[in-house]
């Protein structure tokens, strides 16, 4: 006798849709082309628009056949599906030659055409580490590369919201040619969030030039700017202060020592804006800029400063003392600094006494990672002052550097405190303290 019945059917044929296109949201692209073969129901599935909202295109400097078809599958499925997506980056991993960066061009050239006929979802772009400035860069496909990236950002100009061009490393003419991009349909740009640090070449002094003022005065509610100290002038400030004001939230500065990092900017200009945008915040990275007569004229107490990073980069120079800025600049900031990075070859000086004198002043600090020459006993003095409550410290992390070979003696040290202060950092400190030889 013949079974009419129908076959017993999987468990997964049951799956409601949300929880598909969960399981498909962790498959990469082969395994999602090959579940959707499966039948009608998964086949929808990777057609949902949810799977595609944020894409990741890496494009590989060194040939291989893997990454090749990697690389060619991304891309396609980018263009199949590029009219879903909200958050696109684009990777350039260790380019190498000019005919690489030829072919990038193209088709980056054909990638950003299509998206902008197809895509009116896009807020967020980034295009990381491109410098432009290396010979690989021929003038010819440098030239075209931009064009085609300043035409693409005017077609976005009124769904971007964030922007990432870090590390493009362009002439001032090119920059503001595509921050202009952003702002030509309407001479204004309502972007909120652009990360330009390393934007432009090093060397320029892009504070003194009224083009980029001209540019930057279309932006009317950046909310979080990242850019280099070289483009910082009062007329800047005071254009932030103007058109900005009421969203600006967030200013990150990185000063590096071979930017230009000489001008004068007025202490006015920066208490002007502040007091016009209350929920500023700024955060400076400084590297190798170690030397306190140029830490003092950036480091203004006008500035609403909420972290500080100062590094040398294993660099060790006679001619600075890290001294004078714990104990003359940095305690101006006492009442708003949260994060302190001090990353130094100080071998030269103890900074015990002054650097736990600044912490225990610092009365909203709660983010501290030192790298340097300390005692082990600076640590148990610390978290004293921590468990007595001296200091709101929540995360701790330091590297005692030492001029032996050998460091047993403070291995053994440091274990004995972190027995000794146990209850408090199991319970309360996110702790990392190793000792590390500098010979």
Not at 309 to 319: A, I, T
Not at 405 to 410: I, L, M, Q, R, Y
């Amino acid at each position: 006798m013949e079974d009419d019945s129908e076959p017993e059917q999987s468990s997964w044929a049951y799956l409601p849709d949300v929880c598909l296109r969960h399981v498909f949201h962790w498959l990469d692209d082969r395994d999602r082309s090959r579940a959707a073969l499966v039948c009608k129901k998964w086949s929808c599935a990777m057609h949902s628009g949810s799977l595609w909202r944020c894409r990741t295109i890496t494009f590989y400097g060194q040939p291989s056949r893997a990454r090749t078809l990697e690389f060619q599958s991304a891309l396609w499925y980018t263009k199949k599906f590029g009219k879903y997506l909200k958050h696109l980056e684009i990777k350039l991993s260790n380019p190498y030659n000019t005919p690489f960066i030829k072919k990038f061009q193209v088709i980056m050239r054909g990638l950003l055409s299509h998206l902008g006929k197809c895509n009116s979802h896009l807020v967020s772009l980034s295009i990381k580490y491109l410098e432009l400035d290396c010979l690989i860069w021929k003038n010819v496909v440098r030239a075209q590369f931009i064009k085609n990236l300043a035409a693409f950002l005017k077609r976005m100009s009124n769904q971007l919201d964030y922007l990432n061009l870090k590390g493009a490393r362009i002439t001032l003419e090119e920059g503001c040619e595509l921050l202009n991009s952003l702002s030509s349909l309407t001479n204004r740009s309502f972007i909120s969030e652009i990360n330009l640090e390393d934007f432009f070449s090093l060397h320029l002094s892009v504070y003194s030039s009224a083009l980029f003022h001209q540019t930057m005065s279309k932006f009317r509610r950046l909310t979080i700017l990242t850019f280099n100290y070289n483009c910082i002038s009062d007329e800047l400030l005071d254009i932030l202060r103007e058109h900005s004001s009421h969203s600006l939230c967030t200013l990150n500065i990185k000063c590096h020592i071979h930017d230009p990092h000489g001008q004068v900017v007025s202490g006015m200009s920066w208490a002007n804006l502040a007091k016009r945008a209350p929920k500023l915040n700024v955060n400076f990275f400084f590297e190798r800029v170690m030397k306190h007569d140029h830490l003092a004229r950036i480091l203004l107490e006008e500035i609403p400063v909420r972290s500080i990073s100062l590094r040398s980069c294993y660099f060790s120079d006679p001619d600075w003392t890290m001294r004078p800025t714990l104990t003359n600049l940095l305690p101006a900031y006492w009442h708003g600094l949260q994060k302190l990075t001090l990353e130094l070859n100080n071998d030269h000086e103890l900074l015990d006494n002054e650097l736990l004198q600044l912490i225990l002043s610092c009365k909203r600090l709660l983010f501290l990672k030192v790298w340097a020459f300390l005692s082990v006993s600076f640590m148990e003095r610390l978290l004293q002052n921590r468990a007595e409550r001296k200091c709101i410290l929540t995360t701790i992390k330091v590297r005692i550097y030492t001029a032996q070979d050998d460091s047993t003696e403070e291995e053994r040290l440091l274990a004995d405190i972190y027995r000794k202060f146990k209850y408090l950092i199991d319970s309360e400190l996110n702790y990392f303290v190793i000792t590390y030889p500098m010979v």
